[in-house]
C-alpha cells in the first residue's frame, strides 16, 4: 500500500521559508509523478508545484513562482517544497501527491490518486 506522510509545516512570519517534506513508500511502480498542493479554509485545492521523478523540468502555479521549489531525493524516496518569502496568503494545509500515470494538467488534483494527511502552513503578517 502506497503512504505519502507530510513534514515540516508551522507557523512563520512573512518574509520567512520553511520547507516541507514528503515521504513516500510501498510503490509497486518507478518514476511516479509527483506534486505539492494547498487548500485554504473556504477555497478550493491548489496546485503548487509539481515534478516527474524520472527527471523533467518542474511546474508551478503563477502564484508561487520565483518563491517555491520542487525537489526531489529518490534515494530516499522524499519529496521536498522549500518555500521562501511567504506571504499571509500562502497560509493552507498543505497536501503532497502521486500518480503513475503522466498527468494532463500536472496541477490538476484530479490527476492524483495517492494523498498524504497534509501539514499546515501558517503565516503572519
Known amino acids: 500500500q502506497v503512504q505519502l506522510v507530510e513534514s515540516g509545516g508551522g507557523s512563520v512570519q512573512a518574509g520567512g521559508s520553511l520547507r516541507l517534506s514528503c515521504t513516500g513508500s510501498g510503490y509497486t511502480y518507478s518514476s511516479p509523478w509527483m506534486g505539492w498542493f494547498r487548500q485554504a479554509p473556504g477555497k478550493n485545492r491548489e496546485g503548487v508545484a509539481a515534478?516527474?521523478?524520472?527527471?523533467?523540468?518542474?511546474y508551478y502555479a503563477d502564484s508561487v513562482k520565483g518563491r517555491f521549489t520542487i525537489s526531489q531525493d529518490n534515494a530516499k524516496n522524499t519529496l521536498y517544497l522549500q518555500i521562501d518569502s511567504l506571504k499571509p496568503e500562502d497560509t493552507a494545509m498543505y497536501y503532497c501527491?502521486?500518480?503513475?500515470?503522466?498527468?494532463?494538467?500536472?496541477?490538476?488534483?484530479?490527476?492524483?490518486?495517492?494523498w498524504g494527511q497534509g501539514t499546515q502552513v501558517t503565516v503572519s503578517s
Open positions: 515534478i516527474f521523478s524520472g527527471g523533467n523540468s518542474p
Open positions: 501527491a502521486a500518480t503513475h500515470w503522466k498527468p494532463a494538467n500536472p496541477l490538476d488534483s484530479n490527476a492524483y490518486h495517492v
